[in-house]
């Protein structure tokens, strides 16, 4: 079973709107982190926010906010305000406390195209 | 803050040829980490690094792939010899040591293949 699941291969969302990006996950192991990344198209990857599986309240980072639902697992990106900056490839990665070399594991990625 | 450095930003081959890739982590890092990024999926670990140790590369192909980090600072990764399969983009992150600490990347070298 894949550990990082993104349905969406690409999203479209109006300038200035709010949109949420999807990510459910697989894992038996109490502790893990959740990450989310962006990836524009020059290559580089930005990291966004984190959510660790023990906090109690949903991860907030500027225009960022993680929509946690530990019971379902998910762990949905929502970006406020969308700008024309935010089109880019995102992607959701999960590292597991049982494994102890902390490695990410990354899910397929959401394309979000922002339209003017 | 300086970033994670990569070079080359790009590099064509032909099949059976060599290529190396370089990467200097970002200042106080501990933790160095190659990612393989195929066209259209997420990036997939092929050996981490912790100082100058090797951390995991259960999914480094052995037979043709080989990384080294002397010194704990920089680290190189090679192909020899490379494949058509092995095109891709080549990403070196680097992190402070614990759970929740984020990897942050380079700018990737996108390797051709031809």
């Known amino acids: 079973a894949q550990k990082i699941t993104q349905t969406q291969p690409g999203m479209f969302v109006q300038e200035k709107e709010a949109v949420t990006l999807d990510c459910t996950y697989d894992t038996s192991d109490p502790s893990y982190g959740l990450f989310w990344y962006k990836q524009p198209s020059s290559g580089e990857m930005i990291f966004l926010i984190y959510q660790g599986s023990y906090d109690q309240q949903n991860a907030t980072e500027g225009r960022y906010s993680l929509n946690f639902q530990k019971a379902r697992k998910s762990a949905n990106l929502v970006i406020s305000a969308s700008q024309l900056g935010d089109s880019a490839m995102y992607f959701c990665a999960m590292r597991e406390g049982m494994d102890s070399s902390y490695k990410l594991i990354f899910g397929s990625g959401t394309r979000l195209l922002v339209r003017p | 803050e300086a970033g994670v450095a990569q070079s080359p930003r790009y590099k064509i081959i032909e099949k059976r040829q060599s290529v190396a890739f370089w990467c200097n982590p970002i200042?106080?890092?501990?933790?160095l980490y190659w990612y393989q990024q195929i066209l259209g999926q997420g990036p997939k670990l092929l050996i981490q690094?912790?100082?100058?140790?090797?951390?995991?590369d259960s999914q480094l192909p052995k037979d043709r792939f080989s990384a080294e980090r002397l010194k704990g600072v920089d680290s190189t990764l090679k192909i020899q010899p490379a494949k058509l399969e092995d095109s891709a983009v080549y990403l070196c992150?680097?992190?402070?040591?614990?759970?929740?600490?984020?990897?942050?990347f380079g700018d990737g070298t996108r390797l051709s293949i031809l």
């Open positions: 690094f912790q100082n100058n140790g090797v951390v995991d």
């Open positions: 992150a680097s992190s402070l040591l614990g759970f929740n600490q984020p990897q942050h």
């Open positions: 200042s106080g890092h501990a933790t």
